[in-house]
T-cell receptor, first 113, second 109 residues
Framework: EAQVTQNPRYLITVTGKKLTVTCSQN?????MSWYRQDPGLGLRQIYY???????DKGDVPEGYKVSRKEKRNFPLILESPSPNQTSLYFCASSFTGTNEKLFFGSGTQLSVL | GQNIDQPTEMTATEGAIVQINCTYQTSGFNGLFWYQQHAGEAPTFLSYNVLDGLEEKGRFSSFLSRSKGYSYLLLKELQMKDSASYLCARDNYGQNFVFGPGTRLSVLP
């Protein structure tokens, strides 16, 4: 089944403790991206990647890192999480990143205490 | 700018027609998407407009006017399951997507 797999679904952590949210797609998509969703603000792009080893900042990249060593995986890394990073996170992918719909993962609800 | 505006909330009655508007401030983009998102779930694709005009898909239609800087999503024969948030998003030639804040639609019996 074609899908974007995101883990974990829920995560509670404490300030400063490094964490990684994984994202994997099995559709051979070149384009992958990360969003955070907060009430009243909608989906805001954190980072995106047009292909392996190519990553670019979105609108809200501060406090986040990403890597794209393989086409299928695009992990989101929070080196030192802070409470203002408490949010709902979505990973998404598409073949080329334009003219095509995005396929979304099921989301990760992160709480930083 | 990159701002996209949508009404925060709308309410409509089962069986009715509702129009959800999306306005934006820049003309340089490839196309405009509409997604549906039920509470606690991931967004799912509804429609994509590249050219000006109306795109019809069953009960859902989407319209784009680049010159006037707006799009709308039209939902006909509303059903209870249409209660969800509706997000418009601008496709900036694959560099990034910019989403609007979303419109929460409540369908009442």
């Amino acid at each position: 089944e074609a899908q974007v797999t995101q883990n974990p679904r829920y995560l509670i952590t404490v300030t400063g403790k490094k964490l990684t949210v994984t994202c994997s797609q099995n559709m051979n998509h070149e384009y992958m991206s990360w969003y955070r969703q907060d009430p009243g603000l909608g989906l805001r792009q954190i980072y995106y990647s047009m292909n392996v080893e190519v990553t670019d900042k979105g609108d809200v990249p501060e406090g986040y890192k990403v890597s794209r060593k393989e086409k299928r995986n695009f992990p989101l890394i929070l080196e030192s999480p802070s409470p203002n990073q408490t949010s709902l996170y979505f990973c998404a992918s598409s073949f080329t990143g334009t003219n095509e719909k995005l396929f979304f993962g099921s989301g990760t609800q992160l709480s930083v205490l | 700018g990159q701002n996209i505006d949508q009404p925060t909330e709308m309410t409509a009655t089962e069986g009715a027609i509702v129009q959800i508007n999306c306005t934006y401030q820049t003309s340089g983009f490839n196309g405009l998407f509409w997604y549906q998102q039920h509470a606690g779930e991931a967004p799912t694709f509804l429609s994509y407009n590249v050219l000006d005009g109306l795109e019809e898909k069953g009960r859902f239609s989407s319209f784009l006017s680049r010159s006037k800087g707006y799009s709308y999503l039209l939902l006909k024969e509303l059903q209870m399951k249409d209660s969800a948030s509706y997000l418009c998003a601008r496709d900036n030639y694959g560099q990034n997507f910019v989403f609007g804040p979303g419109t929460r639609l409540s369908v009442l019996p």
